[in-house]
């Protein structure tokens, strides 16, 4: 059998980021950056006033207080967007809101809330100090600063800061388009009634869900049931349309395992028996004109989305222009322990506490591959090395975090 971390390594080596498009800003969300953004501007753009108040001479209201205001003539407003040159001269006050240019001479803002509002003549009541509530051109960013550097994700931090410097079109890696394409003559959608002997699909819609939480665009391409035709149609379909297929089913060694015959005249492909609990059926190679990878997973719903978290997440990361990402990032107390298979690596459905102490993992329920109940109940997966059959109270193991369900 090959170990998890060699069928990763082999899934991964024929992987490269999908080759860059320019795209409208709104549509970067989720995609990296394959080139640097430079700023055109200085941002802010110009000195403007943080504050709705009364550009002053920061002098002249020094002595200002409740008891002494300092009354000003006030010349006239300056409302955010004005653009013409504005002079404060000496013993005078301008109106200025939020984000308005500041006018030459003035050097501080007082707010409203420190004077009487007046619109002709203004009370002051307390100082300002010179430079106070003035936010300074090009304190963020400098004109010529690159402000996104090529491998970034855009999320909608980056986003603002984009659309903030004036840039409309960005050159990214596109998010990966995956086809989900579940398998058996058994699968019936949801919503569908069930005759004797069939179960609802549920691997087509766990894994189109999965994949969009992993930040790519999914399709579910429809039920393959277990002739060859259908399997050669709907797999060289979306082959051409998807940067990334998924199956789930017939790969294992049943005499109705139609998609691993298909694929061994279609592709080249590469079906192994990985240590691993569950998922220990895997195929992965490429198929279609244009190489496009695909991942056969087991047909059992647990492991077709465990398999996903462990193989297909990552291959997924590597197609987008994102770094190789290690998921475990600490460890955990084990509080109830549990069996696990000898010469395996089982991925164990968990719960995760995060106490005082530190956190703790105890199993949800049962192991087995078809039990998508405890499944749904668990928030991580705990990591159970090969050599360990069984895991007690007191062990320290490392996990992955699920998205939460709560
Ligand atoms: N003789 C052997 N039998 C099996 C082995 C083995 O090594 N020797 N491995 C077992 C393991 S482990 C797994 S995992 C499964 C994987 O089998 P397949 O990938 O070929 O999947 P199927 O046989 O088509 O289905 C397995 C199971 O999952 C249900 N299923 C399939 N697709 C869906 C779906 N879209 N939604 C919900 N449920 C689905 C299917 O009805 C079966 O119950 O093989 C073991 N057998
Ligand atoms: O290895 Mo299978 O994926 O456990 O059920």
Redesign the pocket.
Known sequence: MRSVDEHLSACLSVLTPLPAVEVPLPEALGCVLARDVVSAIDMPRFDNSSMDGYAVHADEVASATEGTPVTLPVLGDIPAGRGDALDLPPGATLRIMTGAPMPAGADSVVQVEWTDGGTERVRIVRASRPGQNIRRAGEDVRSGETVLRAGTRMTARQITLAASVGVDRLTVHPRPRVTVL???S??VPPGKPLEPGQ??????YGLVAAVTAAGADAVHGG?MTDTPHDVTAALERAAAQSDLVIT???????AY?TVKAVLRELGTMEFV?VAMQ????QGFGTIGPRGTPLFT?????V??LLSFEVFVVPALRRLAGLPDRDRVTATATVVEGWRSPAGRRQFARCLLNVTAGGPTVKPVGGQG??LVADLAGANCLVIVPEEVTQVSEGDELPYIVLESGS
């Open positions: 579940p398998s058996g058994e699968l179960i609802h699909d549920s691997n087509g039920i789930t089913g017939g790969v294992s060694a049943g395992d028996q569950p998922g220990k059926p997973l087991p047909g059992n719903p492991s077709a591959s078809h």
